[in-house]
């Protein structure tokens, strides 16, 4: 199985602020990189897909990049309904992996 | 607008079979993939497997005993059956439709499934 480690596990930060998570696949999985977002109680949001493309009908402060092994989710400026949790998950071969994901948490 | 939504009892004795419905709205099921996933509490999120409209299935070899998949596509559904649960399948199950080329597009909102006696 593709493993896929995301960094860091959580983070604080401010409304306003930029932030950066990260994912590592073991192996190279070209583009084949989608990040989520998941909110207690509420359905999990497709946020990017294909490492960079933005899913219709997210805010534009979402962005995406990399390939092969190394991939990076930002959020250009942190909004209030931006805290949740977010993860990475490998499409390039199935068994299906996600990182372990990342808390998002107002500082 | 496609929707998902899960269906199922929400507590399952140990060794029983874990029984779940997925209704999808909005659009057909005779296209793309359609699949489980689970979050334990407190855990990260598990690919259960998936299926296409024709009962093609492909399943997590970590969980592929004991996982059945079906899909009736004259009600738009697609189920998934569990057997012999123990009390780590209790978890937040899942129903997701998956697109090749752009991820885990749909998803329901999940229903909560505890195994207790």
């Known amino acids: 199985d593709i493993q896929m480690t995301q960094s860091p596990s959580s983070l604080s930060a401010s409304v306003g602020d930029r932030v950066t998570i990260t994912c590592r696949a073991s192996q190279n999985i070209r583009t084949y990189l989608n990040w989520y977002q998941l909110k207690p109680g509420k359905a999990p949001n497709l946020l990017i897909y294909a490492a960079s493309s933005l899913q219709s009908g997210v805010p534009s402060r979402f962005s995406g990049s990399g390939s092969g092994t190394d991939f990076t989710l930002t959020i250009s400026s942190l909004q209030p309904e931006d805290f949740a949790t977010y993860y990475c998950q490998q499409g390039y071969t199935t068994p299906l992996t996600f990182g372990g994901g990342t808390k998002v948490e107002i500082k | 607008q496609v929707q998902l939504q899960e269906s199922g009892p929400g507590l399952v004795k140990p060794s029983e079979t874990l029984s779940l419905t997925c209704t999808v709205s909005?659009?057909?099921?005779?296209?793309?993939?359609w699949g489980w996933i689970r979050q334990p509490p407190g855990k990260g999120l598990e690919w259960i497997g998936h299926i296409n409209y024709s009962g093609s299935t492909t399943y997590n070899p970590s969980l592929k005993t004991g996982v059945t998949m079906s899909v009736d596509t004259s009600k738009n559904q697609f189920s998934l059956k569990v057997n012999s649960v123990t009390a780590a399948d209790t978890a937040v199950y899942y129903c997701?439709?998956?697109?090749?080329?752009?991820?885990?597009?749909?998803w329901g909102p999940g229903i909560l499934v505890t195994v207790s006696s």
């Open positions: 909005g659009g057909s099921i005779r296209s793309y993939f």
């Open positions: 997701v439709r998956r697109d090749i080329n752009s991820g885990l597009d749909y």
